[in-house]
T-cell receptor, first 114, second 115 residues
Framework: DAMVIQNPRYQVTQFGKPVTLSCSQT?????MYWYQQKSSQAPKLLFH???????NEADTPDNFQSRRPNTSFCFLDIRSPGLGDAAMYLC?????????????FGAGSRLTVL | AQSVTQPDIHITVSEGASLELRCNYS??????LFWYVQSPGQGLQLLLK??????LVQGIKGFEAEFKRSQSSFNLRKPSVHWSDAAEYFC?????????????FGGGTRVLVKP
């Protein structure tokens, strides 16, 4: 089945220690998104790639970076995690950027910061 | 800018009873509307969507939603709830920005199902 796979599912890091979360997709979708979801809150869009074009949300902290080396993979890098960055990170894909497109989500990566 | 409000943070319902989750949106044009469900520790799964046409849309798992333009609402319903429906439900509105698909989520409604 075509799907969105996130690794690792659970990541524990220390305050200030860089962490990378990965996302891969077999849907051949053009757009890949990263959302941050804190406990009992709605997912919040951090940024997305449309093909190789990177689009950052205005309120995404500089601490968060992303890479998309090819169509299938996208990475979320947190350079210096703080306690406030503990959250579930959701990767999603869509075929295009039309508002009518359905997003397909991965199962998420839960980040704990000690 | 679009926004979505889900007035109920928690709802508890007995198994077999009906369920209705409220969603109100604010958007300056015809919205694209979605309901997603999130089981504990999992990603989001699409239940149903409304783009145009018939205002009553059917989704997976026996869910349906009705778009009411006059009320700016897109409420989700299920006639008879199963224990497996315990999850968090998110209403979302989609719009096209210059730089991409801005999907805005409501705050979510957590559904608990009593035996």
């Amino acid at each position: 089945d075509a799907m969105v796979i996130q690794n690792p599912r659970y990541q524990v890091t220390q305050f200030g220690k860089p962490v990378t979360l990965s996302c891969s997709q077999t849907l051949n979708h053009n757009v890949m998104y990263w959302y941050q979801q804190k406990s009992s809150q709605a997912p919040k869009l951090l940024f997305h790639y449309y093909d190789k074009d990177f689009n950052n949300e205005a309120d995404t902290p500089d601490n968060f970076q992303s890479r998309r080396p090819n169509t299938s993979f996208c990475f979320l890098d947190i350079r210096s995690p703080g306690l406030g960055d503990a959250a579930m990170y959701l990767c999603a894909t869509s075929r295009t950027v039309s508002g009518a497109n359905v997003l397909t989500f991965g199962a998420g990566s839960r980040l704990t910061v000690l | 800018a679009q926004s979505v409000t889900q007035p109920d943070i928690h709802i508890t319902v007995s198994e077999g009873a009906s369920l209705e989750l409220r969603c109100n949106y604010s958007y300056g044009a015809t919205p694209y509307l979605f309901w997603y469900v999130q089981s504990p520790g999992q990603g989001l799964q699409l239940l149903l969507k409304y783009f145009s046409g018939d205002t009553l849309v059917q989704g997976i798992k026996g869910f349906e939603a009705e778009f009411k333009r006059s009320q700016s609402s897109f409420n989700l319903r299920k006639p008879s709830v199963h224990w497996s429906d315990a999850a968090e439900y998110f209403c979302a509105v989609g719009a096209v920005k210059a730089a991409g698909n801005k999907l805005t989520f409501g705050g979510g409604t957590r559904v608990l199902v009593k035996p």
